[in-house]
């Protein structure tokens, strides 16, 4: 694999709060995609892969960071959440919006001093 492909996933997840890696068209995205949007999630970045050149090596990195190949892959603040089914879990319980409100605070405080 490319360490380029590597670098630009891991930056990616650091430059971005909400990162979602995505293929448009899968039904397990599209729910993490709708799940964050309703948990409040404004500053959702989402890369979708599907017609990328390097769309195998980016899932071979998200493979060697988090164990699982497949898409979605949702990380929030930098920490894997999962894919699809366990984002909609984590709305289910109310971890994810509480997620997501301590992500916007920290922002809004590191936006202001
Ligand atoms: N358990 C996973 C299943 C995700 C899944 O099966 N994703 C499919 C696309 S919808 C996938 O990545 N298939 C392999 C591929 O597209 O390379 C989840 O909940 O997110």
Do not use: H, W
């Not at 694999?1 to 899968?26: D, G, Q």
């Not at 894919?83 to 709305?91: A, M, R, V």
């Amino acid at each position: 694999m490319a360490a380029s492909v590597k670098c630009l996933v891991t930056n990616m997840i650091k430059a971005n709060s909400i990162m979602v890696f995505s293929k448009s068209t899968c039904p397990f995205c599209l729910m993490a995609k709708s799940v964050l949007k309703d948990a409040g999630a404004k500053n959702m970045t989402v890369l979708e892969i599907e017609n990328r050149p390097d769309a195998f090596d980016i899932q071979n990195a998200l493979k060697d960071m988090t164990g699982s190949a497949t898409v979605p892959a949702v990380f929030v603040a930098g920490k894997y959440l999962g894919g699809g089914t366990e984002t909609q879990e984590l709305f289910d319980t109310g971890k994810l919006k509480k997620l997501i409100e301590d992500v916007d605070t920290f922002i809004k405080k590191n936006d202001s001093s």
